[in-house]
């Protein structure tokens, strides 16, 4: 894995750990497939939703599935998909891989945890690259 993937790795399973749910979006779909791959060889469960997943009712199912079933503790999609009308107050931890250019594309990913009804605390963080481009769009 990428640096930025075992940093991810690390927050994932110390969430995954607590009984928390990690909302995981990037802009790129490699790059979502690729922590994806990481994930399953460390043993967790996922929901992968890109625009390449499927018909808009399989996302749906993927999401209804993050949702309800316990044991799916990590959601990977992309932030495009994460500015839609979701609600997901099932999890409580939001981990950006990049940036994106306009920042209320990932306020409004953000606020898809942060709705009535949720009854944790909820840590929004971002991975940024130390002395690299991303750093100077934070």
Not at 3 to 26: C, H, P, T
Not at 95 to 112: G, H, I, K, T, Y
Not at 116 to 138: N, R, W
Request: aromatic content about 8%; charged content about 20%.
């Amino acid at each position: 894995p990428s640096s930025k993937e075992k940093v991810a790795l690390d927050y994932i399973a110390m969430a995954a750990a607590r009984g928390d749910k990690v909302i995981v979006y990037a802009n790129y779909v490699d790059a979502l497939k690729s922590l994806n791959h990481w994930l399953h060889l460390a043993g967790h469960r996922t929901a992968l939703v890109t625009g390449k997943t499927g018909t808009q009712e399989q996302n749906h199912s993927l999401l209804q599935e993050f949702d309800c079933r316990a044991d799916i503790r990590v959601l990977l999609m992309t932030l495009k998909l994460g500015a839609e009308g979701l609600n997901m107050e099932c999890a409580n931890h939001v981990l950006f891989l990049d940036r994106w250019w306009n920042p209320f594309a990932s306020d409004q990913a953000e606020w898809r945890v942060q709705r009535p009804g949720q009854l944790k605390d909820v840590f929004i963080t971002y991975l940024v690259m130390e002395h690299s481009i991303e750093e100077h769009m934070m």
